[in-house]
């Protein structure tokens, strides 16, 4: 696993070489442009409103990034970016199901797609295959207050 780190580190700087030499822009895909005085403010959820909605998908994964062992009947999910316990309220906009759903996994790597869900929480929400959804985040599980 190291040496694949090690290719593709080695890879992006030669990208990011050419890119400079060549004098091409380089900017994250969300930037905005800002003045030198105007002060970095910390990202919230309507920032990325259009990233809580998108495609979900089925996934099979025997182990998740949590630890844990894949149940298929679980109600649990994978996202990219909501931390590991995260609570979910999963809308399918086809039929207007919704199920609410645990962050134990990471993924999908998929351009468009927002989450993958467990067998289980696809066949109680009617996703067979991929679906038009909406994410709401209700909290973390098991926290205290």
């Not at 996934?59 to 316990?85: C, F, I, Q, V």
């Not at 990471?106 to 927002?114: A, C, F, K, S, T």
């Amino acid at each position: 696993m190291t040496h694949r780190r090690t290719i593709k580190a080695a890879a992006l700087t030669a990208a990011l070489a050419c890119a400079l030499a060549t004098g091409v822009a380089v900017t994250p895909s969300l930037a905005r442009p800002h003045s030198a005085n105007e002060v970095f403010a910390r990202a919230t959820k309507a920032d990325f409103g259009s990233a809580l909605s998108g495609v979900a998908s089925v996934y099979h994964d025997r182990m998740t990034a949590s630890g844990e062992h894949m149940n298929p009947n679980a109600m649990t999910a994978a996202h990219k970016t909501l931390p590991l316990g995260s609570i979910v309220t999963v809308r399918n906009h086809r039929n207007g199901r919704s199920i609410t759903v645990r962050i134990n996994d990471r993924g999908p790597y998929v351009r468009g797609r927002v989450i993958d869900l467990s067998p289980g929480a696809a066949r109680v929400l009617g996703v067979d295959g991929l679906a038009p959804v909406s994410l709401s985040v209700a909290g973390r599980a098991g926290r205290r207050v």
